[in-house]
Protein backbone atom coordinates (compact mmCIF):
# COMPACT_ATOMS: atom_id res chain seq x y z
CA UNK A 1 0.00 0.00 0.00
CA UNK A 2 3.02 2.37 0.82
CA UNK A 3 4.65 2.07 -2.72
CA UNK A 4 1.36 1.74 -4.67
CA UNK A 5 0.16 5.58 -3.27
CA UNK A 6 3.85 7.05 -3.03
CA UNK A 7 4.49 9.65 -5.78
CA UNK A 8 8.08 9.83 -6.17
CA UNK A 9 8.86 13.09 -7.77
CA UNK A 10 12.63 13.65 -6.89
CA UNK A 11 15.58 11.88 -5.05
CA UNK A 12 14.17 13.14 -1.52
CA UNK A 13 10.96 11.76 -2.13
CA UNK A 14 12.29 8.08 -3.00
CA UNK A 15 14.85 8.39 0.02
CA UNK A 16 12.00 9.03 2.09
CA UNK A 17 10.16 6.66 1.14
CA UNK A 18 12.75 4.19 1.56
CA UNK A 19 13.07 5.00 4.98
CA UNK A 20 9.46 4.25 5.46
CA UNK A 21 9.80 0.76 3.60
CA UNK A 22 12.58 -0.12 5.54
CA UNK A 23 10.84 0.70 8.97
CA UNK A 24 7.71 -1.08 7.67
CA UNK A 25 9.96 -4.34 6.62
CA UNK A 26 11.63 -4.34 10.18
CA UNK A 27 8.03 -4.69 12.02
CA UNK A 28 6.25 -7.07 9.44
CA UNK A 29 9.59 -9.43 9.63
CA UNK A 30 8.88 -10.86 12.37
CA UNK A 31 5.18 -11.57 10.69
CA UNK A 32 6.94 -13.64 7.89
CA UNK A 33 8.78 -15.72 10.24
CA UNK A 34 5.38 -16.92 12.03
CA UNK A 35 3.88 -17.42 8.23
CA UNK A 36 7.09 -20.08 7.85
CA UNK A 37 6.02 -21.52 11.39
CA UNK A 38 2.64 -22.28 10.32
CA UNK A 39 3.31 -23.29 6.61
CA UNK A 40 5.33 -25.95 8.78
CA UNK A 41 1.99 -26.86 10.47
CA UNK A 42 -0.21 -26.70 7.39
CA UNK A 43 -0.98 -29.08 4.93
CA UNK A 44 1.43 -29.62 1.64
CA UNK A 45 -1.37 -28.08 -0.56
CA UNK A 46 -3.19 -25.86 1.80
CA UNK A 47 -4.82 -22.74 0.67
CA UNK A 48 -2.98 -20.98 4.01
CA UNK A 49 0.54 -21.91 2.17
CA UNK A 50 -0.80 -20.33 -1.14
CA UNK A 51 -2.01 -17.29 0.85
CA UNK A 52 1.77 -17.19 2.64
CA UNK A 53 3.17 -17.44 -0.74
CA UNK A 54 0.94 -14.59 -2.37
CA UNK A 55 1.75 -12.54 1.07
CA UNK A 56 5.56 -13.22 0.34
CA UNK A 57 5.47 -12.29 -3.63
CA UNK A 58 3.62 -8.79 -2.79
CA UNK A 59 5.91 -7.82 0.02
CA UNK A 60 9.43 -8.97 -1.83
CA UNK A 61 7.53 -7.12 -5.18
CA UNK A 62 7.49 -4.12 -2.99
CA UNK A 63 10.35 -3.22 -1.15
CA UNK A 64 13.35 -5.38 -2.75
CA UNK A 65 14.48 -2.56 -4.13
CA UNK A 66 14.81 -0.38 -1.33
CA UNK A 67 15.50 -2.14 1.36
CA UNK A 68 19.44 -1.69 2.48
CA UNK A 69 22.07 -5.06 2.22
CA UNK A 70 21.26 -6.51 5.77
CA UNK A 71 17.54 -6.29 5.46
CA UNK A 72 17.86 -7.71 2.03
CA UNK A 73 20.05 -10.66 3.51
CA UNK A 74 16.99 -11.41 6.11
CA UNK A 75 14.37 -11.25 3.23
CA UNK A 76 16.41 -14.07 1.31
CA UNK A 77 16.87 -16.02 4.52
CA UNK A 78 13.56 -15.74 5.18
CA UNK A 79 12.63 -16.94 1.64
CA UNK A 80 14.43 -19.81 1.69
CA UNK A 81 13.07 -21.17 4.93
CA UNK A 82 9.75 -20.92 3.37
CA UNK A 83 10.71 -22.72 0.02
CA UNK A 84 12.71 -25.13 1.75
CA UNK A 85 9.47 -25.81 4.22
CA UNK A 86 7.18 -26.18 1.56
CA UNK A 87 9.71 -28.71 -0.41
CA UNK A 88 9.99 -30.70 2.70
CA UNK A 89 6.14 -30.68 3.42
CA UNK A 90 5.38 -32.11 -0.05
CA UNK A 91 7.46 -35.09 1.15
CA UNK A 92 5.23 -35.60 4.57
CA UNK A 93 3.91 -39.19 4.58
CA UNK A 94 0.04 -39.66 4.04
CA UNK A 95 0.06 -36.44 1.56
CA UNK A 96 -2.75 -37.42 -0.75
CA UNK A 97 -1.10 -36.63 -4.61
CA UNK A 98 -4.11 -38.04 -6.73
CA UNK A 99 -6.56 -35.78 -4.58
CA UNK A 100 -8.77 -33.69 -6.37
CA UNK A 101 -7.88 -30.22 -7.00
CA UNK A 102 -4.41 -31.15 -6.30
CA UNK A 103 -2.70 -30.37 -10.04
CA UNK A 104 -4.41 -26.75 -9.83
CA UNK A 105 -3.35 -26.22 -6.32
CA UNK A 106 0.40 -27.10 -7.19
CA UNK A 107 -0.04 -25.11 -10.34
CA UNK A 108 -0.90 -22.19 -8.27
CA UNK A 109 2.00 -22.51 -5.50
CA UNK A 110 4.65 -23.67 -8.23
CA UNK A 111 3.72 -20.16 -10.47
CA UNK A 112 3.40 -18.18 -6.77
CA UNK A 113 7.05 -19.58 -6.04
CA UNK A 114 8.76 -18.98 -9.39
CA UNK A 115 7.69 -15.23 -9.39
CA UNK A 116 8.80 -15.02 -5.77
CA UNK A 117 12.19 -15.53 -7.47
CA UNK A 118 11.57 -13.67 -10.10
CA UNK A 119 10.91 -10.50 -7.52
CA UNK A 120 14.14 -11.75 -6.07
CA UNK A 121 16.43 -11.45 -9.13
CA UNK A 122 15.18 -7.97 -9.64
CA UNK A 123 17.46 -6.71 -7.06
CA UNK A 124 20.26 -7.53 -9.31
CA UNK A 125 18.30 -7.30 -12.58
CA UNK A 126 17.14 -3.31 -11.63
CA UNK A 127 19.76 -2.07 -9.11
CA UNK A 128 21.90 -0.04 -10.98
CA UNK A 129 23.82 1.25 -7.36
CA UNK A 130 25.94 -1.75 -7.06
CA UNK A 131 28.79 -1.96 -4.61
CA UNK A 132 32.55 -1.89 -5.58
CA UNK A 133 32.52 -5.54 -4.40
CA UNK A 134 30.00 -7.30 -6.05
CA UNK A 135 27.73 -9.55 -3.36
CA UNK A 136 27.04 -12.58 -4.71
CA UNK A 137 23.85 -13.69 -2.44
CA UNK A 138 21.10 -12.60 -5.09
CA UNK A 139 22.25 -15.74 -7.20
CA UNK A 140 22.60 -17.77 -4.09
CA UNK A 141 19.39 -17.63 -2.47
CA UNK A 142 17.62 -17.99 -6.71
CA UNK A 143 19.98 -20.67 -7.59
CA UNK A 144 19.12 -22.45 -4.18
CA UNK A 145 15.01 -21.92 -4.66
CA UNK A 146 15.86 -23.24 -8.03
CA UNK A 147 17.40 -26.43 -6.49
CA UNK A 148 14.00 -26.66 -4.49
CA UNK A 149 11.61 -26.38 -7.05
CA UNK A 150 12.72 -27.88 -9.99
CA UNK A 151 12.11 -31.38 -9.07
CA UNK A 152 8.55 -30.65 -8.12
CA UNK A 153 8.12 -29.05 -11.63
CA UNK A 154 6.67 -31.87 -14.14
CA UNK A 155 6.10 -31.80 -17.80
CA UNK A 156 2.47 -31.72 -17.28
CA UNK A 157 2.66 -28.42 -15.34
CA UNK A 158 4.61 -27.06 -17.97
CA UNK A 159 2.13 -27.35 -20.10
CA UNK A 160 0.11 -24.23 -18.96
CA UNK A 161 0.85 -21.61 -20.75
CA UNK A 162 1.51 -18.74 -17.81
CA UNK A 163 4.12 -21.62 -15.53
CA UNK A 164 5.77 -22.53 -18.90
CA UNK A 165 6.38 -18.69 -19.65
CA UNK A 166 7.39 -17.88 -16.29
CA UNK A 167 9.64 -20.95 -15.83
CA UNK A 168 11.61 -20.29 -18.88
CA UNK A 169 11.79 -16.64 -18.28
CA UNK A 170 13.45 -17.29 -14.91
CA UNK A 171 15.52 -20.06 -16.40
CA UNK A 172 17.05 -18.08 -19.23
CA UNK A 173 17.87 -15.02 -16.85
CA UNK A 174 19.68 -17.07 -14.16
CA UNK A 175 21.50 -18.82 -17.32
CA UNK A 176 22.57 -15.39 -18.66
CA UNK A 177 23.50 -13.26 -15.43
CA UNK A 178 24.88 -16.19 -13.75
CA UNK A 179 26.02 -18.74 -16.19
CA UNK A 180 29.24 -19.79 -13.84
CA UNK A 181 26.77 -20.64 -10.96
CA UNK A 182 24.58 -23.19 -12.67
CA UNK A 183 27.00 -25.64 -13.23
CA UNK A 184 27.54 -25.50 -9.26
CA UNK A 185 23.76 -27.08 -9.27
CA UNK A 186 23.75 -30.58 -8.16
CA UNK A 187 24.41 -32.67 -11.68
CA UNK A 188 20.77 -33.89 -11.43
CA UNK A 189 19.56 -30.13 -11.24
CA UNK A 190 21.49 -29.06 -14.22
CA UNK A 191 20.63 -32.30 -16.32
CA UNK A 192 16.72 -31.71 -15.35
CA UNK A 193 16.97 -27.72 -16.20
CA UNK A 194 18.71 -28.88 -19.52
CA UNK A 195 16.18 -31.75 -20.18
CA UNK A 196 13.67 -29.44 -19.94
CA UNK A 197 15.19 -26.55 -21.62
CA UNK A 198 15.15 -29.38 -24.76
CA UNK A 199 11.23 -30.55 -23.82
CA UNK A 200 10.58 -26.47 -23.97
CA UNK A 201 11.89 -27.03 -28.15
CA UNK A 202 9.72 -29.53 -28.62
CA UNK A 203 6.60 -28.62 -27.47
CA UNK A 204 5.93 -24.48 -26.68
CA UNK A 205 5.84 -21.55 -28.66
CA UNK A 206 7.99 -19.05 -30.54
CA UNK A 207 8.31 -17.06 -26.88
CA UNK A 208 9.79 -19.96 -24.97
CA UNK A 209 12.06 -21.00 -28.19
CA UNK A 210 13.38 -17.24 -28.20
CA UNK A 211 14.14 -17.71 -24.48
CA UNK A 212 15.82 -21.31 -24.36
CA UNK A 213 17.78 -19.99 -27.29
CA UNK A 214 18.87 -17.20 -25.02
CA UNK A 215 19.77 -19.36 -22.38
CA UNK A 216 21.55 -21.95 -24.70
CA UNK A 217 24.08 -18.71 -26.17
CA UNK A 218 24.36 -17.59 -22.43
CA UNK A 219 25.38 -20.93 -20.86
CA UNK A 220 27.67 -22.26 -24.25
CA UNK A 221 29.55 -18.84 -23.05
CA UNK A 222 30.49 -20.13 -19.77
CA UNK A 223 31.31 -23.49 -20.89
CA UNK A 224 34.29 -22.92 -22.29
CA UNK A 225 35.86 -23.62 -18.82
CA UNK A 226 34.33 -26.67 -17.76
CA UNK A 227 34.64 -29.77 -19.92
CA UNK A 228 31.60 -31.88 -18.65
CA UNK A 229 29.49 -28.95 -18.70
CA UNK A 230 30.21 -29.05 -23.08
CA UNK A 231 29.34 -32.41 -23.31
CA UNK A 232 26.31 -31.49 -21.88
CA UNK A 233 25.50 -28.88 -23.58
CA UNK A 234 26.35 -30.31 -26.62
CA UNK A 235 23.72 -32.97 -26.62
CA UNK A 236 21.14 -30.18 -26.12
CA UNK A 237 22.82 -28.04 -29.01
CA UNK A 238 22.55 -31.31 -30.88
CA UNK A 239 18.78 -31.51 -30.47
CA UNK A 240 18.94 -28.11 -31.13
CA UNK A 241 20.97 -28.23 -34.49
CA UNK A 242 18.75 -31.53 -35.27
CA UNK A 243 15.22 -29.68 -34.91
CA UNK A 244 16.67 -26.54 -37.28
CA UNK A 245 17.27 -28.83 -39.85
CA UNK A 246 13.81 -30.17 -39.67
CA UNK A 247 11.79 -27.95 -39.17
CA UNK A 248 11.12 -24.06 -40.78
CA UNK A 249 12.63 -21.30 -38.05
CA UNK A 250 10.50 -18.30 -37.76
CA UNK A 251 11.72 -15.15 -38.64
CA UNK A 252 11.78 -13.94 -35.13
CA UNK A 253 13.93 -16.86 -34.16
CA UNK A 254 16.84 -16.54 -36.75
CA UNK A 255 18.70 -13.86 -34.52
CA UNK A 256 18.75 -15.87 -31.27
CA UNK A 257 19.31 -19.01 -32.93
CA UNK A 258 22.04 -17.47 -35.15
CA UNK A 259 23.72 -16.35 -31.50
CA UNK A 260 22.83 -19.45 -30.00
CA UNK A 261 25.40 -21.52 -32.69
CA UNK A 262 27.73 -19.02 -32.99
CA UNK A 263 28.83 -18.80 -29.20
CA UNK A 264 28.82 -22.66 -28.89
CA UNK A 265 31.06 -22.86 -32.08
CA UNK A 266 33.21 -20.12 -30.75
CA UNK A 267 33.64 -21.46 -27.24
CA UNK A 268 32.79 -25.26 -27.50
CA UNK A 269 34.74 -25.57 -31.47
CA UNK A 270 35.37 -28.74 -30.48
CA UNK A 271 32.86 -30.62 -28.94
CA UNK A 272 30.69 -28.47 -31.93
CA UNK A 273 32.67 -30.86 -34.41
CA UNK A 274 31.54 -33.93 -32.28
CA UNK A 275 27.64 -33.06 -32.27
CA UNK A 276 28.09 -32.61 -36.21
CA UNK A 277 29.96 -35.71 -36.95
CA UNK A 278 26.96 -37.59 -34.43
CA UNK A 279 24.08 -35.87 -36.77
CA UNK A 280 25.67 -36.89 -40.21
CA UNK A 281 26.63 -40.61 -39.16
CA UNK A 282 23.24 -41.08 -38.09
CA UNK A 283 21.57 -40.11 -42.03
CA UNK A 284 21.65 -43.18 -44.03
CA UNK A 285 21.64 -41.64 -46.89
CA UNK A 286 24.74 -40.67 -48.44
CA UNK A 287 24.46 -37.41 -50.64
CA UNK A 288 22.48 -36.16 -47.12
CA UNK A 289 25.39 -36.61 -44.99
CA UNK A 290 27.73 -35.03 -47.37
CA UNK A 291 24.88 -32.15 -47.75
CA UNK A 292 25.20 -32.03 -43.91
CA UNK A 293 28.89 -32.27 -43.63
CA UNK A 294 29.55 -29.43 -46.02
CA UNK A 295 26.68 -27.20 -45.13
CA UNK A 296 27.75 -27.58 -41.15
CA UNK A 297 31.09 -27.18 -41.84
CA UNK A 298 30.57 -23.70 -43.79
CA UNK A 299 29.31 -22.42 -40.08
CA UNK A 300 32.67 -22.29 -38.37
CA UNK A 301 33.97 -18.71 -38.73
CA UNK A 302 37.40 -17.50 -39.43
CA UNK A 303 37.04 -15.62 -36.68
CA UNK A 304 36.10 -16.88 -33.24
CA UNK A 305 35.71 -13.69 -31.14
CA UNK A 306 32.47 -12.93 -29.98
CA UNK A 307 31.98 -9.52 -31.31
CA UNK A 308 29.04 -7.36 -32.83
CA UNK A 309 30.13 -6.97 -36.23
CA UNK A 310 31.44 -10.83 -36.40
CA UNK A 311 27.84 -11.63 -35.16
CA UNK A 312 26.03 -10.00 -38.07
CA UNK A 313 28.34 -11.47 -40.79
CA UNK A 314 27.73 -15.01 -39.26
CA UNK A 315 23.99 -14.01 -38.73
CA UNK A 316 23.92 -14.12 -42.47
CA UNK A 317 25.94 -17.17 -43.31
CA UNK A 318 23.38 -19.08 -40.67
CA UNK A 319 20.43 -17.85 -42.70
CA UNK A 320 21.85 -19.28 -45.61
CA UNK A 321 22.50 -22.66 -42.88
CA UNK A 322 18.97 -22.85 -42.08
CA UNK A 323 17.08 -22.53 -45.57
CA UNK A 324 19.50 -25.07 -47.11
CA UNK A 325 19.55 -27.80 -44.64
CA UNK A 326 15.66 -27.63 -43.93
CA UNK A 327 15.50 -28.18 -48.13
CA UNK A 328 17.65 -31.39 -47.58
CA UNK A 329 16.28 -32.88 -44.15
CA UNK A 330 12.59 -31.79 -45.15
Known sequence: ???????????????????????????????????????????????????????????????????????????Y????????????????????????????AKYDHMLLCLELLSHLCSKDFLNFDMPDEYDDSTSRIVLIGLDILVPHIDINLLKFPK??????????????????????LPDNVVDQILNMLQVGLNNYNDDITFFIFNAISALSVYSASSQPFQRKLGQLIKHTLKLISQQELSAELYDPASDM????????????????????????????????????????PNSMNITRRDKSQFSKIFENFAINVYGVCR
Do not use: W
Request: aromatic content about 8%.
Open 77 to 104: DICYKLLKCYSENSHRPGILTVEVGVED
Open 1 to 75: AVVSTAHVESVEHLHHLELILRSVFNMILPVLEGCVELVKVSQYMSPITQTVFQLFCCISDSVILHIDKQQTHQL
Open 163 to 184: LSNEFFKLITFICEVYPEKVAT
Open 261 to 300: VFSFICKCQEEYVNVVNEIVSEQTDATVRECLRTAFSALI
